[in-house]
């Protein structure tokens, strides 16, 4: 695909080639998941990233918990991810991501985010 | 004081040239200094880890780890000269995580001399953002009033302070991936934040802060943006 052709020799060069590259460009869940999400939630989904210390109102939520996420269906989860923790009764720390990202990787990180939780009683 | 600022320099050469016009009289000075700077900052290479023209472009998430340092094309928009003077001779860290990554830990930075500082600073306050308005945000300290509705803005509509550290009353608390606050006051110009938060994209494409400010979420109104940015800009000043 030549736009992946002309970025992979850009990269060879200098960051001077930024001002040519196009936007666009999809990335994995995983990328997506280890980029903004394990800051707070680790990159493993049990909500040890760096960001979560003692002061926080609450602490990021363990996304591999049955527990927990038996309370949230795929629709749910969308719309959390979309509009933020409050739109479903969350904390507002739990952020919006619906301007950042495309509805497509919301709904790749929701498959991701399900996935990540193996336990009995998980949904499926 | 705050800040002396921003357009000081840009409207320091208009004065200049408009000097020389009127009397023949050049300011070699404010001039030479930013050509100087600016082959400084060549000669140092400083450009292989901040990008120097804008807006910045968004990277696809995998490649982001090539990026070295944060962009400064808008430099002058964004910092206050004192505080970049001071910085580029004396750099303290900003952020709290090794550039890039979830590994907390300091950037080690090269330290400029006195007289490279100067001039260095001369040139990346002339590289102002022209698209950004100016005299939006108010400059003053709030009173206590204000100061707490504005402080539940950045801890509860929000928790900005989830991935920024700040000076709060009960200590320097929050979280790692975002650059500190706790010298926002003395480090950043209350437009650039007010209009950093209205399109963070056009700055930081590829960094990991949501993008607030549209209708996808409880929105802020235009008055909180304006308050929000007045409130970061007068965190860790004289008197708190």
């Known amino acids: 695909m030549k736009t992946k052709y ?60 049955a527990k927990e996420m038996s309370k949230f269906t795929g629709p749910m989860i969308i719309k959390t ?40 009683g998980c949904p499926k | 004081m705050k800040r002396t600022k921003l357009f000081g320099l840009a409207k320091g050469l ?56 944060p962009p400064l094309w808008f430099a002058g928009s964004k910092f206050n000269e004192d505080w970049l003077l001071t910085w580029l001779e004396s750099p303290t860290p900003i952020r709290r995580v090794k550039y890039g990554t979830l590994v907390k830990g300091a950037n080690d930075h090269v330290a400029l001399s006195t007289a490279e500082a100067a001039d260095v600073g001369a040139y990346l306050m002339s590289l102002v953002d022209a698209e950004m ?10 009173s206590r009033r204000v100061e707490f509705k504005a402080e539940k803005l950045f801890t509860k509509k929000q928790v900005c302070f989830g991935c920024h550290e700040y000076p709060s009353s009960r200590g320097n608390i929050g979280g790692f991936t ?31 802060m949501p993008v607030y400010g549209d209708e996808a979420f409880e929105a802020y109104t235009d008055d909180e943006l304006r308050l929000l940015a007045q409130y970061i800009t007068s965190l860790g000043e004289d008197g708190e």
């Open chain 1, 6 to 65: 002309n970025l992979a020799i850009a990269t060879l060069s200098s960051l001077s080639f930024l001002a040519q590259t196009t936007p666009g460009f999809a990335a994995t869940p995983k990328e997506n998941f280890d980029w903004y999400c394990a800051q707070c939630h680790g990159v493993d989904g049990t909500g040890n990233g760096i960001n979560s210390v003692d002061e926080l109102p609450v602490g990021p939520m363990n996304l591999t918990a």
């Open chain 2, 178 to 208: 975002g650059p500190s606050f706790t010298t926002g006051g003395q480090r950043l110009n209350g437009d650039w934040v007010y209009f950093m938060l209205q399109d963070n994209a056009r700055y930081y494409p590829n960094g990991r």
């Open chain 2, 133 to 142: 308005s100016i005299d939006e945000v108010v400059d003053e300290p709030l």
């Open chain 2, 14 to 69: 208009i004065g200049a040239g408009m000097l020389a016009v009127a009397g023949g009289v050049l300011s070699p000075a404010a001039l030479a200094g930013v050509t100087e700077g600016k082959q400084i900052f060549d000669a140092k290479a400083c450009e292989n880890c901040h990008q120097m023209t804008g807006p910045s472009e968004p990277l696809p998430v995998a490649q982001r780890s090539k990026i070295k340092g």
């Open chain 1, 81 to 120: 991810l979309t509009h933020g923790g409050p739109v479903n009764t969350l904390d507002s720390l739990m952020p919006p991501w619906g301007n950042r990202l495309s509805t497509d990787e919301i709904e790749g990180l929701m498959n991701y985010v399900r996935a990540l939780c193996k336990e009995d």
